[in-house]
């Protein structure tokens, strides 16, 4: 039971470089969603998606771009990183949103923008 | 939008002593209320969760409480153990903002043997 996976794992990059963030999950869960953890500010979503090729803004969207051809896949990609954007990024499925779905998270994604 | 403050930012407390975190949150037609666990290296892992209509709930060692009157919920962990170190979410959500799931900032806990 593969679960949920997240690569890379760390990542470190330049100030203006792309970078994508990768998150597959083998239950065929209809919800995926990107977060970001950050000390003080607990975590905060940044995009999710109800189905393949359905994706919205969270709360804080800005700088990132997401896509969701297949079911499985939801990849996070900062299409020019700032400094801002060092943090760590955690990708989450679940069954259902109707207001009671557990959320089921990757190991996350340690990014350093220098 | 929603906004959960969650308190303390960090608990020290002696193995078999009980911990306690609280949240407040200002929306008050939210509903849905979870607290996630996440141990060192890891992501979240659901815990507990406790929903409007009802006033606590208790799992083994774990039990929520929610005052929807004051807006506020609490995790109760007794006979601490160090295996409960981690770092602790709340978070509450509503149906008519979407569902969305709004995280407290979140509280390390650190039980001494």
């Known amino acids: 039971d593969a679960g949920i996976t997240q690569s890379p794992r760390y990542k470190i990059t330049e100030t203006g470089r792309q970078v994508t963030l990768m998150c597959h999950q083998t239950w065929s869960h209809s919800y995926m969603f990107w977060y970001r953890q950050d000390l003080g500010h607990g975590l905060r979503l940044i995009y999710y998606?109800?189905?393949?090729?359905?994706?919205d803004k969270g709360e804080v969207p800005d700088g990132y771009v997401v896509s969701r051809s297949k079911t499985e896949n939801f990849p996070l990609t900062l299409e020019s990183a700032t400094r801002s954007q060092t943090s760590v990024y955690f990708c989450a499925s679940s069954v259902s949103w109707a207001n009671t779905g557990e959320l089921f998270f990757g190991e996350g994604s340690r990014l350093t923008v220098l | 939008g929603e906004n959960v403050e969650q308190h303390p930012s960090t608990l020290s407390v002696q193995e078999g002593d009980s911990a306690v975190i609280k949240c407040t949150y200002s929306d008050s037609a939210s509903n849905y209320f979870p607290w996630y666990k996440q141990e060192l290296g890891k992501g979240p892992q659901l815990i507990i969760d406790?929903?409007?209509?009802?006033g606590e709930k208790k799992d083994q060692r774990i039990a929520v409480t929610l005052n929807k009157t004051a807006k506020h919920f609490s995790l109760h962990i007794t006979e601490t153990q160090p295996e409960d170190s981690a770092v602790y979410f709340c978070?509450?959500?509503?149906?008519?903002?979407?569902?969305?799931?709004?995280f407290g900032g979140g509280t390390r806990v650190l039980v001494k043997p």
């Open positions: 406790i929903r409007s209509n009802v």
């Open positions: 978070a509450a959500s509503a149906k008519a903002a979407g569902n969305k799931l709004t």
């Open positions: 998606s109800a189905a393949a090729d359905i994706t």
